[in-house]
Nanobody
Framework: QVQLLESGGGLVQAGGSLRLSCAASGRTLYAMGWFRQAPGNEREFVAAIRWSSSITYYADSVKGRFTISRDNAKNTVYLQMNSLKPEDTAVYYC?????????????????WGQGAQVTVSS
């Protein structure tokens, strides 16, 4: 079993920055990612990183503004969010995968964190 513990959400003004963290415990993972869900919307892919190779994937809406990274020693993945926009407001979920072909699909992920609220004011 894998447990994911998220931290780092909050309220920030448009143009500001936040960093989310997700600490994983349990079995070895293939990859970790971040999804987000705004009220009334489907949960959508944000970013992912393969644990061993550090290959990264990003949604078009966050490319150039968000950066996903990982710290092997701490078994932790980070999402650095810069130039935040009001439309980035959502609950952000950390997710972990034992294996995937499609990094952007929800079904590719086996474990989920509890979610962290990110609110960007205009």
């Amino acid at each position: 079993q894998v447990q994911l513990l998220e931290s780092g959400g909050g309220l920030v003004q448009a143009g500001g920055s936040l960093r989310l963290s997700c600490a994983a415990s349990g079995r070895t993972l293939y990859a970790m990612g971040w999804f987000r869900q705004a009220p009334g919307n489907e949960r959508e892919f944000v970013a992912a990183i393969r644990w061993s190779s550090s290959i990264t994937y990003y949604a078009d809406s966050v490319k150039g503004r968000f950066t996903i990274s990982r710290d092997n020693a701490k078994n932790t993945v980070y999402l650095q969010m810069n130039s935040l926009k009001p439309e980035d407001t959502a609950v952000y979920y950390c997710a972990a995968s034992r294996w995937f072909v499609n990094a952007t699909a929800r079904a590719s992920y086996d474990y989920w964190g509890q979610g962290a609220q990110v609110t960007v004011s205009s």
